[in-house]
């Protein structure tokens, strides 16, 4: 028995039909001035919990606002996550600098693969 490791290559179209090239899309956003990126659903997810756990003069309309978007977080599209992040006045967490708009970074690379490197993998 030989242990193989190695990337997975499979060809687009069979990543296509399972919903692999679609779901592994995430929403970026980058720091206006360094360029550094983060996860945009994670920004305003550590954003909500924070006011949850540690802002104890929080309203219950508020509180009741995060919990939503906690429970729904993921079904947000880019505008949705953006309008949020601006709303709240999220700033990238290392430098406090403002943040871009989000846009999808999928996390699936193209290839080629095959004998003649033609097919797209």
């Not at 779901?23 to 945009?40: N, P, Q, S």
């Not at 601006?86 to 699936?108: C, H, Q, R, W």
């Amino acid at each position: 028995m030989l242990e193989v490791d190695c990337p997975c290559v499979t060809p687009e179209v069979v990543l296509k039909a399972s919903g692999h090239v679609e779901k592994f899309t995430d929403l970026m956003v980058k720091d206006e001035k360094t360029g550094t990126c983060y996860r945009a659903d994670h920004l305003l997810k550590d954003f909500c919990k924070e006011k949850l756990e540690k802002d104890l003069a929080l309203p219950q309309e508020k509180a009741d606002e995060f919990k939503r978007i906690l429970a729904i977080l993921d079904d947000f599209s880019a505008e949705e996550l953006g309008a949020k992040i601006k709303e709240y006045g999220i700033v990238a967490p290392d430098t406090k600098n403002p943040l871009s708009d989000p846009y999808p970074f999928n996390l699936m690379f193209q290839t080629s693969i095959g004998p003649t490197g033609l097919s797209v993998g």
